[in-house]
């Protein structure tokens, strides 16, 4: 199995040996699966392909790298302002989320489970302050997908650049700031190093879906017991990065903060417009991909029937 992130890493990272662990342990031995890092024996955005192929018998991944296949993938990997990792977790089990992942992936010839929520990234790195939507005019930004197309609607120019390069580039000048990872990814890669200021919140992405893949007819040819055993290791990570995430990232911005990074929250100005371009952009993607909006309008629905539980039952 190959995985997209790398083993080392915390968070996604750490999420990849705890599953391979709990399938070896549940499955009393009968299935161990080897890790295989990234890039080893394709490259993570080909990942899908390979296991279609059959060149890798299974890959742990992220949902936004099937986008390039079926945009609904867009609505398990980045959503902008979207549900955060309890809100996406309870919609993916408890709603029609996993249905939907599933029969997404049924159309390319893959078995894909829900295997890990990943909270929310950090808002990233940048060379220079940004107040205001004049401050984006000009700036080189690496930025996903959808991220990309809003900060471009404020006059960004968007770098595409693999997630290797990124520290690179921006401790050269050759970019002006972007996106990376959560707080403590951020931190394990050194980017306290750079000397440069890190925004809050991560607007672009609130939280991910990770994806356990395998071609369907190699899944079904598993038996019965052993694909609810992976099944079963696949919700017991997705709760184990539940409770491991918000205590992780606190202590990942203590420690940035102790290395002398200065945390700055985006101005309510930028926050407007963020969520402006955001609200356009989606619709954008939404009319063009029937099953796009389709997903879209279902996770929105289940999501707002708990807004009123939430804000009654939260502390003040």
């Avoid at 750490?14 to 024996?41: D, Y």
């Amino acid at each position: 199995m190959q995985t997209a992130f790398n083993p080392a890493l915390p968070g996604s990272g750490e999420a990849v040996r705890i599953f391979t662990r709990t399938v070896k342990h549940i499955s009393g031995g009968a299935l161990a699966i080897k890790i295989v890092e990234p890039g080893r024996v394709t490259s993570t955005a080909d990942m899908l392909d390979a296991v279609v192929a059959g060149d890798l018998e299974a890959a742990f991944t992220w949902s936004g790298y099937a986008a390039a296949k079926a945009p609904v993938f867009g609505v398990f990997a980045t959503v902008p302002f979207g549900p955060g990792p309890e809100d996406m977790t309870s919609w993916m089990l408890e709603g029609d989320g996993s249905r939907i992942h599933r029969e997404a992936y049924d159309k390319l010839g893959v078995a894909g489970l829900p295997c890990g929520i990943q909270g929310a990234k950090g808002g990233g790195w940048y060379r220079g302050d940004l107040n205001t939507v004049a401050d984006f005019k000009g700036q080189r930004l690496r930025f996903g997908r959808f991220s990309g197309e809003i900060v471009a609607r404020l006059g960004a120019t968007v770098v595409p650049l693999p997630p290797g390069e990124f520290f690179y580039q921006l401790q050269q000048g050759k970019v002006d700031g972007g996106e990376m990872s959560t707080p403590a990814i951020d931190a394990a890669l050194g980017f306290d190093k750079l000397g440069l200021p890190y925004y809050m919140p991560g607007w672009q992405q609130p939280s991910a879906v990770l994806d356990f893949l395998m071609r369907k007819d190699k899944w079904e040819a598993l038996s019965a017991s052993l694909r609810v055993q992976i099944e079963t290791a696949c919700r017991a990570n997705i709760a184990w990065m539940l409770s491991r995430s918000p205590h992780l990232q606190g202590l990942a911005l203590e420690s940035l903060r102790a290395s002398g990074v200065v945390i700055k929250q985006w101005s309510p100005e930028l926050m407007t417009a963020f969520r402006g371009k955001a609200d356009i952009v989606l619709k954008e993607q939404a009319d063009r991909d029937p099953d796009f909006a389709a997903a879209l309008s279902n996770q929105r629905g289940f999501v707002g029937q708990s807004v009123g539980w939430r804000t009654l039952s939260r502390l003040p």
